[in-house]
């Protein structure tokens, strides 16, 4: 049996009526998560190295600014993060800095010529060396891989229950399918956790969910945006009146849509 930890929030999530129980295992975690960030993490200080390296992608900077609560927290974490990346965007500026005066400083002629050249520019490394520093800042969040790593142990659990467990399959096959984000993460995932014989049973059922409940919510959508036909003022809403809302966090997951 898998540990119990995990198992406990993945069933509480396949039982819960929803466009997606895996958003819904999210979500928890991610309220859990920011919690905990602006709580006791901030006081260990391997929480404070692993914050000054990869900070927070913008959602989730929004998300602990947004919760207003402890705003000395946020701060220090800021203060100590913006520290030592700035310390490494120097570095890097200031190694380069001689180099890209001289360059700008070139006779137009070598400079033409230089353009029409294959060889890589000291410029062109800055700028090479320079976005790879910045797209790794922009991807790198802390409470996103503590996420990760957790919603992987939830997804090893599913698939132990979905093959070992009647009841977790039919809980399974009883949901509505998954958010387009996290029927690619369980795609993507089956090549790690699952045989060739188990991933085509699994895929084959999870698709024929799947496709059935995205037509499902289409309907649903479309149903919408013809009850504000006035021919339709009197026809029921049936169960349209979120279907806005619904299809939307389908297509891209969980979203703190008001
Ligand atoms: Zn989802
Ligand atoms: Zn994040």
């Known amino acids: 049996m898998k540990e119990k930890i995990y198992t406990i929030p993945v069933t509480d999530a396949f ?13 928890k975690l991610e309220d ?9 993490f901030l006081m260990e200080p391997e929480g404070r190295i692993q914050t000054n390296k990869e900070g927070f992608c913008q959602k989730h900077f929004e998300r ?20 030592e990346q700035n310390a ?5 500026y200031e190694k380069k800095a001689d180099e890209l005066k001289k ?5 137009l002629m070598k400079n033409l010529s230089s353009k029409f050249s ?10 090479d060396e320079l976005l790879e520093k910045l797209n790794q800042l922009e991807k790198s969040c802390t409470i996103c891989n ?15 229950l979905y093959f070992k467990e009647e009841e977790f399959r039919q809980m399974f096959n009883n949901q509505k399918g998954f958010c387009l984000k996290h029927l690619k993460t369980l795609v993507d995932s089956t090549k790690k956790h699952l045989s060739t014989k188990e991933t085509a049973a699994f895929l084959n059922n999870l698709m024929s969910i799947q496709l059935e409940n995205m037509e499902r919510i289409q ?40």
């Open 64 to 83: 602990l600014y947004n919760t207003q609560a402890n705003r000395l927290g946020l701060g220090l974490i800021v203060d100590t993060h913006m520290h």
């Open 118 to 127: 294959s060889k890589q520019t000291e410029s062109d490394k800055f700028v």
């Open 88 to 92: 490494i965007l120097k570095k890097l």
């Open 15 to 27: 039982k819960t009526e929803c466009e997606c129980p895996m958003c819904i295992l999210e979500k």
């Open 103 to 107: 360059a700008s400083e070139i006779s």
């Open 146 to 160: 503590r996420l990760n790593n957790t919603m992987e142990r939830y997804i090893d659990v599913i698939f132990y």
């Open 219 to 258: 309907d649903e959508v479309n149903w919408f945006t013809q009850k504000f036909d006035y021919r339709n003022n009197d026809a029921p809403w049936k169960n349209s009146k979120d279907a806005l809302l619904r299809s939307i966090q389908k297509l891209v997951g969980y979203s703190n849509l008001k």
């Open 32 to 40: 859990e998560n920011i919690e905990y960030i602006l709580g006791p």
